[in-house]
């Protein structure tokens, strides 16, 4: 019975270790000059990630847009040839 208590102590006091580090890791990230200074550190990580993945964005963006194109001229000539069949009527 007592290896049970410890081991369940043991087991408790992890557990409020755990919250006591995560809480002091974030009363540090809430004081100003750290989150500037992680801020100044990151900047440039994420402007050189940022090049990096622009023309991919551009791409994207272009094909999405050349989609939305085809979907409407499908849409329209839908609409031609439903009429020609006089399905939909003026």
């Known amino acids: 019975m007592n290896q049970t208590r410890k081991r369940l102590f043991f087991f408790i006091s992890k557990i409020f270790m755990k919250d006591t580090i995560i809480k002091q890791c974030l009363d ?24 990096e993945l622009k023309p991919y964005i551009y791409i994207i ?18 609409f031609l040839i439903l009429r020609n069949y006089k399905i939909i009527t003026k």
């Open 61 to 78: 963006v272009s094909l999405i847009i050349l989609i939305f194109i085809m979907i409407l001229a499908i849409l329209l000539l839908l």
């Open 28 to 51: 540090i990230l809430k004081k100003e000059d750290i989150r500037y200074e992680i801020k100044s550190f990151c900047k440039p990580i994420m402007e050189v990630i940022l090049i």
